[in-house]
């Protein structure tokens, strides 16, 4: 079966710009996640949707980062503006539904801001 | 939540069995040890996932202690390719909402040496 795709796979950016990730799940797969992932660090959830519903964003920066998952199927995510502390690795990720396991991660967005 | 420890880095000589320890003393009942690696420039993947047996798959093998207070994840026989960092995660797939979640610490480098 496909994988989670994710692109752009690398983007750099000057901060106060804007910029969007884009993540298509597994096929059937019903909850997405959101992670952001500092150098040196392990993964950490930003929003969790379950089919176009947002199940979790309590760990997303909402002056700045917004996501959505309109038709269930794929998800942006946006930061606007953005800093140099957002420079990370975005990982999106998804499951057949909430609280089934495993999670498939995608590869990744690596963002610099500079 | 229920919390991991895992040795920050651990060294490996290519085709040697790896044990890789977790201690998590203040696990729950319900509480699956999960087990993820990333290898690098890569999201996280699934290795193995368990609750009181010990369990096979064709990446690894779970040893869960008789307390369930530690367990360790075995490679066989490393390989280069098995050079990642690996996270040992507990969830309760009964509990409601983002406690279902993967939370993910700062894991295990391996490093496997040719």
């Known amino acids: 079966e496909a994988g989670v795709a994710q692109s752009p796979r690398y983007k750099i950016i000057e901060k106060r710009q804007s910029v969007a990730f884009w993540c298509n799940p597994i096929?059937?797969?019903?909850?997405l996640y959101w992670y952001q992932q500092i150098l040196g660090q392990g993964p950490k959830l930003l929003i969790q949707?379950?089919?176009?519903?947002?199940?979790?964003d309590s760990q997303l920066p909402k002056d700045r980062f917004s996501a959505e998952r309109l038709k269930g199927v794929d998800s942006t995510l946006k930061i606007q503006p953005a800093k140099l502390e957002d420079s990370a690795v975005y990982l999106c990720?998804?499951?057949?539904?909430?609280?089934?396991?495993?999670?498939?991660f995608g590869s990744g967005t690596r963002l610099t801001v500079v | 939540d229920a919390k991991t420890t895992q040795p920050n880095s651990m060294e490996s000589n290519e085709e040697e069995p790896v044990h890789l320890p977790c201690n998590h003393s203040t696990i729950s009942g319900t509480d699956y040890i999960h087990w993820y690696r990333q290898l690098p420039s890569q999201g996280p993947e699934y290795v193995i996932h368990g609750l009181t047996s010990n369990v096979n798959n064709r990446m690894a093998s779970l040893a869960i202690a008789e307390d369930r207070k530690s367990s360790t994840l075995i490679l066989h026989r490393a390989t280069l390719r098995d050079a990642a960092v690996y996270y040992c995660i507990l969830r309760d797939p009964f509990e409601s909402g983002s406690a279902r979640q993967l939370t993910f610490g700062s894991g295990t480098q391996l490093t496997v040496l040719p």
């Open positions: 990720a998804s499951s057949l539904n909430s609280g089934a396991y495993p999670y498939t």
């Open positions: 096929s059937g797969h019903a909850t």
């Open positions: 949707f379950q089919n176009n519903g947002v199940v979790d």
